[in-house]
Nanobody, 123 residues
Framework: VQLQASGGGFVQAGGSLNLSCADA????????VGWFRQAPGKEREFVAR????????SYADSVKGRFTISRNNAKNMVYLQMNSLKPEDTAVYYC?????????????????WGQGTLVTVSS
């Protein structure tokens, strides 16, 4: 598994971004995948996760109703659609793959990490 996150950028509050996570080795179709974020001076936190087959999406309370995680295993891609963005969503966003088909929100459950993509939301 070799992950690459993309799609970050600068957006005004209320705007939208769609992040993408690609597996360059095209092998993570059997792995749960999660999105995490880390703001300056803060610890990395869970944002959303999805099981290997696209089922059981789960979200942090802070993004529930605004973010949607999805995946297309035929394309080896996982997405994070982010709507109604807020300044507090500003962070580097990482995608990560677990070693199992299902996983929880803890960073320790994820073995493979992408390089991160920066999302900046202005007020």
């Amino acid at each position: 598994v070799q992950l690459q996150a993309s799609g970050g950028g600068f957006v005004q509050a209320g705007g939208s971004l769609n992040l993408s996570c690609a597996d360059a080795r095209r092998t993570f179709t059997n792995n749960a995948v999660g999105w995490f974020r880390q703001a300056p001076g803060k610890e990395r936190e869970f944002v959303a996760r999805i099981s290997w087959n696209g089922g059981l999406p789960s979200y942090a309370d802070s993004v529930k109703g605004r973010f949607t995680i999805s995946r297309n295993n035929a394309k080896n891609m996982v997405y994070l659609q982010m709507n109604s963005l807020k300044p507090e969503d500003t962070a580097v966003y990482y995608c990560a793959a677990a070693t199992s088909a299902y996983s929880g929100p803890n960073t320790t459950s994820y073995r493979y990490w992408g390089q991160g993509t920066l999302v900046t939301v202005s007020s």
